[in-house]
T-cell receptor, first 114, second 112 residues
């Protein structure tokens, strides 16, 4: 199993450009989520999905869109990038909710918006 | 709401020293508690977990006990190694909900 994969690893954008961060998992996990990591802020939840066709907002959803057409993929779209979106983005997946479900994280995408 | 507070600032210590990182939480109900570790340039890995009061999670010499009375989940290791240098995050997940709430993280640097 490859686990959770993310592409690209690094990306530089200009303000106003759009792009999609890719996330895929091969563990048949129903739950997937996107976090951003900023210095001194920990990780903050952007969007999450409890299954194909179902998405919801997390703590910091503004400026980001998601969709979930398959169990495996959960792309994150930036429609018009802003310098405030400079961050490291992590995708995670896990089995459905329960008493305990370990979330598996991808290696991250480091995004710089100029 | 649900939140996690970690002690401020990086932690620098010598090899074989005792490590403690404090973590307290605010949550409704009975959350599950976690410690995640992030090594340089990598994603997060689950270090240990506890799902109910008085549970002790342990892994790789690290331990943490779920203390409901003090709403705490402090991380400890008796003798650290240089390879333990990393960022450590405390996190919680409300019961029946996968949404993780993270603390701000602590950079741990172990000097030979």
């Amino acid at each position: 199993n490859a686990g959770v994969t993310q592409t690209p690893k690094f990306q530089v954008l200009k303000t106003g450009q759009s792009m999609t961060l890719q996330c895929a998992q091969d563990m048949n996990h129903e739950y997937m989520s996107w976090y951003r990591q900023d210095p001194g802020m920990g990780l903050r939840l952007i969007h999450y999905s409890v299954g194909a066709g179902i998405t919801d907002q997390g703590e910091v959803p503004n400026g980001y869109n998601v969709s979930r057409s398959t169990t495996e993929d959960f792309p994150l779209r930036l429609l018009s990038a802003a310098p405030s979106q400079t961050s490291v983005y992590f995708c995670a997946s896990s089995y459905p909710t329960g008493t305990f479900t370990e979330q598996f994280f991808g290696p991250g995408t480091r995004l710089t918006v100029l | 709401g649900n939140s996690v507070t970690q002690m401020e600032g990086p932690v620098t210590l010598s090899e074989e020293a005792f490590l403690t990182i404090n973590c307290t939480y605010t949550a409704t109900g009975y959350p599950s508690l976690f410690w995640y570790v992030q090594y340089p340039g990598e994603g997060l890995q689950l270090l240990l977990k506890a799902t109910k009061a008085d549970d002790k999670g342990s892994n790789k010499g690290f331990e943490a006990t779920y203390r409901k009375e003090t709403t705490s989940f402090h991380l400890e290791k008796g003798s650290v190694q240089v390879s333990d240098s990393a960022v450590y995050f405390c996190a919680l997940s409300p019961y029946g909900n996968n949404r993780l709430a993270f603390g701000k993280g602590n950079q741990v640097v172990v000097i030979p």
